[in-house]
């Protein structure tokens, strides 16, 4: 019996030590690391827990993982076999990592996943002078390794998460056909905004540090689950609009409607640069008070600027999902926005 306990212990030990890399006999090991491809940096553990009190707070079994660079035991993962649509953030700090499109199912027994959020995810040699660890790029959380070069998919990546490292946010937190709030759960909040095509709103809102996730749908109008074609019609009263997921402690209501005055043209009636129509006006639908008087505060600055603005700020009602297509089209297609640019306008 002791021997068979020194056995197991053994191989735990060593399991660890490898991590998301330790496959089953029948799992394919990954192609040879390119290094020179890859952008690496360095972190000091140290650096990762001396900022701790300003994070979540972790269990013992979250710590060992997330700030002490563990591995959990294979096919034990929450998130191993999600197929729900939603976002994957960071567990230490809120922030958004992957989204459910991105997840393959490897066989690993790790959650994987074939592309992060733009600029989310940090890679970094690993200490064993072999593998890349990958860790959350705003708190340096450890979330698990990089692989390239094993053609599961077409993007020939492999990211091997720990699924104690995350949390997932279901789409259906995100997106509503009925009554708007500005508070979730978790104590995250909503924010509603219109400047035109919402492609380029949705892309500059998903870069503001602190958005956990965005959609892009319709409001404002009158005829019920409205088809974009119908909205392009002008007979339906709906604004093309964002809605958007965002933690408060790591981003404000009012930075967000900064943003959004900052990335178009808040003086244009019915259009944004080539987007002519009702359903490309400027607009903020608030969910509360304190949102409707943040727009209107930052109305009146920029008034005080001399732009003559148009933006109208109006409480929210049914905000309603636009067809799939549309989702998160910029990080899809690889394109950039060609009716919004950003320009500071406040101090």
């Known amino acids: 019996m002791k021997t068979l306990f020194l056995i197991l212990f053994i191989a735990l030990v060593n399991f660890n030590s490898y991590g998301c890399s330790k496959k089953a006999s029948f799992y ?6 390119n290094f020179s491809t890859i952008k690496t940096e360095t972190m000091n553990t140290k650096d990762v827990i001396s900022d701790s009190t300003k994070y979540n707070k972790l269990t013992p079994e979250e710590e060992r993982v997330i700030l002490h660079k563990g591995t959990e035991m294979p096919f034990t993962g929450e998130y191993t076999d999600n197929k729900s649509a939603g976002t994957y953030i960071c567990k230490r700090c809120n922030a958004p990592l992957y989204e459910s499109k991105d997840k393959f199912d490897s066989h690993c027994g790790w959650p994987s ?15 064993d002078g072999m593998r890349t660890e990958i860790i959350c790029n705003n708190c340096g959380a450890h979330l698990g390794h990089f692989f390239i070069g094993e053609g599961f998919t077409d993007k020939n990546t492999r990211h091997c998460v720990n699924s104690i490292s995350m949390k997932f946010v279901p789409a259906s937190e995100t997106s509503s056909d009925t009554k708007n709030s500005a508070a979730t ?6 924010a509603i905004f219109a400047s035109g095509c919402f492609w380029g709103t949705e892309y500059y809102m998903q870069r ?26 002008g007979n339906t009263g709906h604004a093309e609009a964002v809605k ?32 002519i129509g009702e359903q490309y006006r400027t607009e903020v639908f ?30 929210a009602g049914t905000f309603w999902s636009a067809e799939k297509y549309h989702q ?11 009716c919004h640019v950003y320009k500071k306008k406040f101090d």
Do not use: M
Request: hydrophobic share 20%; aromatic share 12%.
């Open 28 to 33: 394919k090991e990954p192609g040879t690391q």
């Open 113 to 127: 996943f074939d592309d992060e959020i733009q600029g989310a995810v940090k890679r970094v040699p690993d200490k």
């Open 185 to 190: 759960q978790d104590g995250y909040q909503t």
């Open 208 to 233: 503001a540090k602190g958005v956990i996730s965005t959609e892009v749908g319709y409001i404002g109008g009158w005829k019920e689950n409205p088809t974009y074609k119908e909205v392009c019609s």
């Open 244 to 275: 958007i997921t965002y933690d408060p402690k790591l981003i404000s209501y009012e930075d967000l409607a900064k943003l959004f005055f900052e990335t178009h043209d808040p003086t244009q009636v019915n259009r944004q640069g080539p987007d």
């Open 286 to 315: 608030y969910n509360d008070d304190t949102q409707k008087e943040t727009a209107e505060k930052l109305i009146k600055q920029l008034q005080d600027k001399g732009y003559n603005v148009a933006t109208k700020v109006t409480k």
């Open 328 to 338: 998160d089209y910029y990080n899809n297609t690889g394109g950039t926005p060609y």
